[in-house]
Nanobody, 125 residues
Framework: QVQLVESGGGLVQPGGSLRLSCAASGFTLKQSTIGWFRQAPGKEREPLGCITSSDDSTFYKDSVKGRFTMSSDNAKNTVYLEMNSLKPEDTAVYYC??????????????????WGKGTLVTVSS
């Protein structure tokens, strides 16, 4: 059974950093594309970036480019989202999702067939 579990969220001060994890089970990361998304209160779910662990190809949305970095550990079947220089507007529930295949484009909800339940990130002083 395909399963994705996010962890690592919490409360952080503006300017701080967090690393989120997306632990995958029931499938092999190398055969899939993983996308990171977030949804702030009252807003639509927003794609942040996508990664294929087969060759570590990445695609980032402009809103997080330069501040957020994705990586993968195939031995642990886990994908990470390193978030730096966090701002209050980064407050949201963060999700990872899987799409079978190897392309980071298009990076969005299309074709994502499994989703985690999310982890809450709150950026506040």
């Amino acid at each position: 059974q395909v399963q994705l579990v996010e962890s690592g969220g919490g409360l952080v001060q503006p300017g701080g950093s967090l690393r989120l994890s997306c632990a995958a089970s029931g499938f092999t990361l190398k055969q899939s594309t993983i996308g990171w998304f977030r949804q702030a209160p009252g807003k639509e779910r927003e794609p942040l970036g996508c990664i294929t662990s087969s060759d570590d190809s990445t695609f980032y949305k402009d809103s997080v480019k330069g501040r957020f970095t994705m990586s993968s550990d195939n031995a642990k079947n886990t994908v990470y989202l390193e978030m730096n220089s966090l701002k209050p507007e980064d407050t949201a529930v963060y999700y990872c999702a899987r799409r079978p295949g190897y392309s980071v484009r298009p990076c969005g909800p299309w074709g994502m067939d499994s989703w985690g339940k999310g982890t809450l990130v709150t950026v506040s002083s």
